[in-house]
């Protein structure tokens, strides 16, 4: 080929060359851009709702899980045998008890480990293995039902200034009731023994209630209010038995 023609089609490569590396138009760039940006934005909300729904699943999970260990728990000791209810009478010495179990007899029984002999005090209701009769656990006190009907304030609001026409019982009940419990050291230096209690007696009306209300708010102790009929049962022992849960209560 002579010169001329190779020129020719050096020039024909170079156009066809720059006409296959032109770059996109603008408007395809824009379309495409905001096509991928809204693709990106709703995979971006799938992803976060993705995430919620996971994060519930696993609260949901753990929920259930701690419900299946605590039925598992609760089926363990379904299954283990059962145990002798007692009440402690008395400790015998450093590591034993004397334990009354109803109806068959009292027994000199060991602890179990982690049982502190220090909280077992008479009438203290313990569990005992029905294998070796070891003392392996402290039960709640029993309240009977009757008992625990009563009424009970923690601290009445009522004073002694709300009681007229009583001075002088007021006196006296303060002297009996109020002085041993505020000032008992005034009983121990005269060497004189402190009163266990007072009877109020009267006609209905006369503020008998409303005085036992007050010496109890004035001494931050607890009222209890029962009728005597309330305790009054037809077995032999029941009266008392009632009147010594009532005080535990």
């Known amino acids: ?10 020039q024909q490569n170079t156009m066809a060359s720059s006409s296959i590396a ?13 096509y991928y940006t809204s693709k990106i934005s709703g995979l971006s909300t799938t992803v976060q709702e993705r995430s919620a729904d996971l994060q519930r699943l696993k609260a949901r999970r753990n929920e259930l899980n701690a419900k299946v260990r605590m039925l598992r728990e609760e089926l363990h000791h379904l299954q ?15 590591k034993k008890v004397l334990v009354k179990i109803n109806p068959e007899g009292k027994y000199v029984v060991d602890l179990d480990k982690g049982i502190d002999i220090n909280l077992l005090k ?3 209701r313990v569990a005992l293995r029905n294998d070796s009769y070891t003392l392996h656990k402290i039960l709640p006190t ?11 304030e ?13 001075e002088k019982q007021v006196m006296e009940i303060k002297e009996v009731i109020e002085l041993p419990i505020k000032h008992p050291e005034l009983f121990e230096s005269l060497g004189v023994a402190q009163p266990k209690g007072v009877l109020l007696y009267g006609p209905p009306g006369t503020g008998k209630t ?18 005597g009929a309330e305790l009054v049962q037809k077995y032999i022992g029941e009266g008392s038995r009632m009147v010594r849960e009532l005080f535990i209560m």
Request: proline share 8%; charged share 20%.
């Open 1 to 10: 080929k002579n010169p001329a023609d190779r020129v020719s089609s050096a």
């Open 22 to 34: 032109s770059p996109p138009s603008v408007t395809g760039d824009s379309g495409m851009g905001q």
């Open 80 to 94: 283990e045998p059962g145990s002798y209810v007692g009440e402690v009478v008395k400790q015998m010495g450093q």
């Open 122 to 124: 008479p009438n203290t």
């Open 142 to 152: 029993k309240v009977d039902p009757l008992v625990s009907l009563m009424k009970v």
């Open 154 to 166: 923690a601290v009445p609001d009522s004073t002694y200034d709300m009681i007229g026409g009583l």
């Open 210 to 227: 409303l005085l036992a209300r007050a010496v109890a708010h004035h001494t931050d102790c607890t009222f209890i209010r029962v009728s």
